[in-house]
């Protein structure tokens, strides 16, 4: 199997023109085409009045090692990578013990999936209920304001991404293709095929539903077993060993390894292993807004007159300032077509996210508009970040007047610096509501200064950026963890042997996608802990790849 890239052609090709780019390519007849699939297919819209699409392709041809001789020293054709996944080994009949994975969000998932899949027969243990009851509850809040602490859009079955645009696409480096497992996976439990191959996948929310459950049957069908509504609340570590888990009933489960794939929003969590000695440092994340313009205003500023192409769908966008006060700004978790939806898990605090379903046709585009920030930007203390975003989240609430409604301003009064006190042509999508306000005092005053900044400087990059009636909606902190969970090159725990940190709660990933393939080599390192091995693939993966 030969991989041909870069392959280009008009947007609207004839499909038979693949196959003559493919002899065209090589230099072959066409009887020497033995078939080809699409392996990756994405566009390029830099020109808006000539759009491409640009593929990769998996080809099988006649007389193979010919054609690579001729094609020598070339890049653009190679043998295809093997991307199928290798399992590390196979758990032994009279397993003693079995592990635990706290958290059923990508990483835990993903995490229980390969652990079950080798015949592990994980124990899952997730604080949220199951996925559907946790859907009515996070309709709760946007309907009738009425907040569940440990069901909503961050704790219960399929994790905060199940409420997200459900992107499948990261910038994580994947030598061994784990990514492709993910995605063979998705589509395993009932997502679009077309998974596999365009440039930005993605799912949305009501799909992710059925497949999160569809995920759970086949880790039970495996020897897995679930227990919902079952917060852990204390570790039991002897001498530096993980030996078990706590819950918040009391209940004690005995394990020797366990997996760690808590979630960002994991607040008390991080508390309890601060406390318990586990390391813990502060890490960097990023605050702002979300901002809504209309999804129209977007497709024709990044298509032109290709906008509304069945191809491209609703158009995203990727945006960075760097500011005057060195201050980075940028575009974080863009959904096209999509809603800002109440994602706070805390009573009496407002925070923002985005969100789409699979057709991506609401009428708005929403995207965080965010400047990062460092554990210099706070006190000298692990959980430092979390104190500074609840103190955010709180004043957003005050802001939005108590309700849960979010504080609010028009783009053009932000940048101008005077409140607002009534929409104009854009209406935001944020249930249950938007206050209308000043959003200047809901950020530290570096962030408001670098943000005033950036968004008339997005102008230059969009058309229309700066539409005045765009609407921004406070706050958005929940970008990425706040902590990281030290671990080492065998993704334990830097101080306790058999606790494995891990997904985005640990800092570590960013995003389903990277949460997920993080899920996945953590269940390996489980895998060859319990098999008594210690050539654990991969080793420590740094930092974490947002949206």
């Excluded at 499909?15 to 066409?30: C, G, K, S, T």
């Excluded at 193979?64 to 290798?86: F, N, Q």
Aim: hydrophobic share 40%; aromatic share 8%; glycine share 10%.
């Amino acid at each position: 199997m030969l991989r041909l890239t870069n392959v280009i052609l008009p947007l609207d090709h004839p499909e038979a023109d693949l196959a003559a780019a493919i002899l065209e390519r090589l230099a072959i007849p066409a009887q020497d085409l033995l078939g080809f699939t699409v392996f990756r297919r994405g566009y390029d819209a830099r020109r808006r009045s000539a759009i491409t699409l640009v593929y990769t392709l998996h080809v099988e041809v006649r007389d193979e090692p010919a054609v690579l001789a001729r094609m020598s020293g070339r890049t653009d054709v190679v043998i295809a990578p093997d991307t199928s996944y290798k399992y590390v080994g196979q758990a032994p009949a009279n397993l003693a013990t079995r592990p635990v994975v706290i958290g059923f969000g990508p990483c835990g998932i993903f995490a229980a999936l390969i652990l079950a899949q080798m015949g592990f027969r994980p124990l899952i243990l997730e604080r949220g209920k199951v996925v559907r009851e946790r859907t009515r509850d996070t309709w709760g809040l946007w309907r009738k304001r009425v907040l569940n602490p440990e069901s909503n859009v961050q704790f219960g079955e399929g994790g905060a991404g199940t409420f997200s645009d459900g992107k499948l696409h990261s910038q994580i480096k994947d030598p061994k293709h784990y990514g492709r497992k993910v995605l063979s996976e998705f589509v395993q439990a009932h997502a679009p095929e077309e998974i596999l191959y365009v440039s930005k996948p993605h799912i949305g929310t009501f799909r992710l539903v059925k497949m999160v459950e569809a995920m759970r049957e086949t880790i039970e069908s495996l020897g897995g077993e679930f227990r919902f509504e079952s917060r852990v609340t204390d570790l039991d570590i002897e001498r530096g060993q993980i030996r078990g888990v706590v819950l918040e009933n009391g209940e004690h489960i005995a394990s020797d390894h366990v997996v760690l794939a808590v979630g960002h929003s994991a607040r008390d969590t991080f508390q309890m292993l601060y406390d318990r000695g586990v390391y813990v440092e502060a890490k960097p994340f990023s605050i702002g807004f979300r901002a809504e313009h209309p999804q129209s205003l977007i497709d024709r500023a990044r298509f032109g007159k290709f906008a509304g192409h069945p191809l491209l769908g609703a158009a995203d966008y990727k945006l960075v300032h760097h500011a005057k006060n060195g201050r980075s700004v940028y575009s974080f978790c863009m959904c096209p077509g999509g809603t800002v939806v109440a994602a706070t898990s805390e009573p009496e605090r407002v925070v923002t996210n985005g969100m789409s379903q699979y057709s991506r046709n609401e009428r708005n585009a929403n995207s965080g508009i965010v400047v990062g920030i460092t554990p210099e930007d706070y006190p000298d203390h692990p959980l430092a970040g979390i104190d500074l975003q609840r103190e955010l989240e709180s004043r957003a609430f005050v802001l939005g007047g108590g309700n849960y409604d979010a504080p609010g301003q028009l783009l053009g009064d932000f940048v101008a610096g005077r409140p607002s006190t009534q929409l104009g042509s854009v209406i935001p999508s944020y249930k249950p509501g938007v206050r209308m306000t000043d959003l200047g005092p809901s950020l530290p005053d570096y962030a408001i200064e670098a943000i005033r900044e950036a968004l008339p400087a997005f102008d230059r990059q969009i058309r229309g950026y700066a539409l005045p009636d765009a609407v921004l909606t406070g706050v958005e902190t929940r970008t990425s963890s706040p902590v990281r969970i030290k671990r080492l090159d065998n993704f334990q725990s830097l101080n306790t042997r058999g606790l494995f940190p891990a997904g985005e709660g640990a800092g570590y990933a960013g995003g389903i996608l990277s949460a997920a393939v993080d899920g996945i080599k953590v269940a390996e390192a489980v895998a060859l802990s319990m098999l008594g091995r210690t050539d654990v693939r991969g080793g420590e993966q740094q930092g974490e790849q947002l949206y």
